[in-house]
Nanobody, 123 residues
Framework: QVQLAESGGGLVQPGGSLRLSCVAS????????MGWYRQAPGKQRELVAMISSGSSTNYAESVKGRFAISRDNAKKSVYLEMSSLKPEDSAVYYCAASPKVGLPRTEASYHYWGQGTRVTVSS
């Protein structure tokens, strides 16, 4: 199986930046696409960004221009650089991994999930 471990969350003021990291372990050869989701209290879990093994990317409209996803294919790690953070970005952020070659079309395409790292944007 695959295990995913997120890190990098914390408390940051509006306008600040954070870098989230996710490291995969176990049967990492099962992984191709990776992504980040987030869930805020009272909200559904939503896609933040995804990246294929070929480094094609897709972002939620709410984070375009502010967040950047990247990866290390050899290590099966994925990163999320977050800048110009807003209070509405506050959520638990989850790393996810998929066996799909190319960009996953649905959340169900992600077979492996981390336990989340909390991001709080507040003054």
């Amino acid at each position: 199986q695959v295990q995913l471990a997120e890190s990098g969350g914390g408390l940051v003021q509006p306008g600040g930046s954070l870098r989230l990291s996710c490291v995969a372990s176990g049967r990492i050869y099962s992984i191709n696409a990776m992504g980040w989701y987030r869930q805020a209290p009272g909200k559904q879990r939503e896609l933040v960004a995804m990246i294929s093994s070929g480094s094609s990317t897709n972002y939620a409209e709410s984070v375009k221009g502010r967040f950047a996803i990247s990866r290390d294919n050899a290590k099966k790690s994925v990163y999320l650089e977050m800048s110009s953070l807003k209070p509405e970005d506050s959520a638990v952020y989850y790393c996810a991994a998929s066996p799909k070659v190319g960009l996953p079309r649905t959340e169900a395409s992600y077979h492996y999930w981390g336990q989340g790292t909390r991001v709080t944007v507040s003054s």
